[in-house]
């Protein structure tokens, strides 16, 4: 009769050990808005600026230990800005795959989309599909650039996916599921950070970000780069050193 108030024999899973350096990272780029309006600037300029943070620290991840790095470029609701902001982001965002992503596939970088591709124009998606033809055979950095995407909207295809395949109800677990994932081979974050202050994960890898650490900086995005990249991970690392210990050995 007691029997249901028993502790289980073996304790539900645990968090995991973190590695010790975070080889996967993934990043909300915030603050281009503020950066710009701090300096009296259109907002354009912002996110002008944060492409150059962005290709700052595509650049520097490699060497600190970093093998899959993914950006929130661009969310389902970000649709809802101005028609002029939306416009100059697509524009940004053509122009950046134009001209600065064949500079990242020379130094390695594979890079590959993650979200909805039914609402751009057909030149972006021409750009995005070419570009990762293009770089799919690198393996220096994996680099995901999540685009039109939201958490929930892809946990919820995913669950449409196993519907659609007859996946049966005693099959579904996190498998089934992750394989369903827009990216299923975008290993989990080890590494969440947030730039300019906020705390929240804005629908971002909802699914994936389960066990990652967060890190929020208040750098604004446009002033991130290689050395604020290497602050958080030391951040990450020292988190690591804490809680590996017991409790009274420091
Ligand atoms: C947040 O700033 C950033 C975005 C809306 C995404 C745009 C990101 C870039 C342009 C970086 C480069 C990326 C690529 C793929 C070229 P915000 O406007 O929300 O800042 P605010 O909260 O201060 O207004």
Same mark, same amino acid.
């Not at 590959?112 to 995005?128: A, K, T």
């Not at 991970?233 to 009274?248: H, K, M, P, V």
């Given at each position: ?61 490699? /060497?600190? /230990? ?5 950006? @929130? ?32 596939? #020379? ?7 993650? /979200?909805? #591709? ?25 680099? @995901?650039?999540?685009?039109? @995407? ?16 007859g996946v049966r109800v005693e099959e579904i677990d996190s498998a089934a599921l992750q394989a369903r994932l827009a990216r299923p081979e975008l290993p989990d974050p080890d590494l969440v950070i947030r730039t300019s202050g906020e705390r929240r994960l804005s629908n ?31 951040? @990450? ?6 809680? /590996? ?6």
């Amino acid at each position: 009769m007691l029997d249901r108030f028993r502790l289980p024999r073996r304790m539900p899973r645990s968090e995991p050990e973190l590695p010790a350096s975070a080889r996967t990272v993934a990043i909300i780029m915030d603050g281009n808005g503020r950066w710009a309006r701090k300096r009296g600037l259109p907002v354009l300029a912002g996110h002008r600026a944060g492409t150059a943070a962005l290709r700052r620290t595509v650049e520097a991840a490699p /060497g600190l /230990g970093i093998r899959s790095l993914c950006v @929130y470029a661009f969310s389902t609701e970000n649709w809802s800005r101005s028609d002029d902001e939306v416009r100059d982001l697509m524009d940004l965002f053509r122009h950046t795959i134009r001209t600065e992503f064949p500079q990242l596939h #020379r130094q390695g970088v594979r890079i590959r989309f993650q /979200g909805r #591709r039914d609402r751009v124009s057909d030149e972006l998606l021409g750009l995005m599909t070419g570009i990762e033809e293009q770089t799919a055979g690198n393996e220096r950095l994996d680099l @995901y650039v999540a685009f039109d @995407y939201g958490g929930r909207a892809e946990i919820v295809d995913a669950c449409r996916r196993l519907v659609a395949d007859g996946v049966r109800v005693e099959e579904i677990d996190s498998a089934a599921l992750q394989a369903r994932l827009a990216r299923p081979e975008l290993p989990d974050p080890d590494l969440v950070i947030r730039t300019s202050g906020e705390r929240r994960l804005s629908n971002f890898l909802l699914w994936q970000a389960a066990y990652a650490e967060l890190v929020f900086t208040p750098t604004l995005w446009p002033d991130f780069d290689g050395e604020a990249l290497r602050a958080a991970l030391q951040e @990450y690392a020292g988190r690591r050193r804490r809680f /590996g210990g017991r409790a009274g050995d420091r």
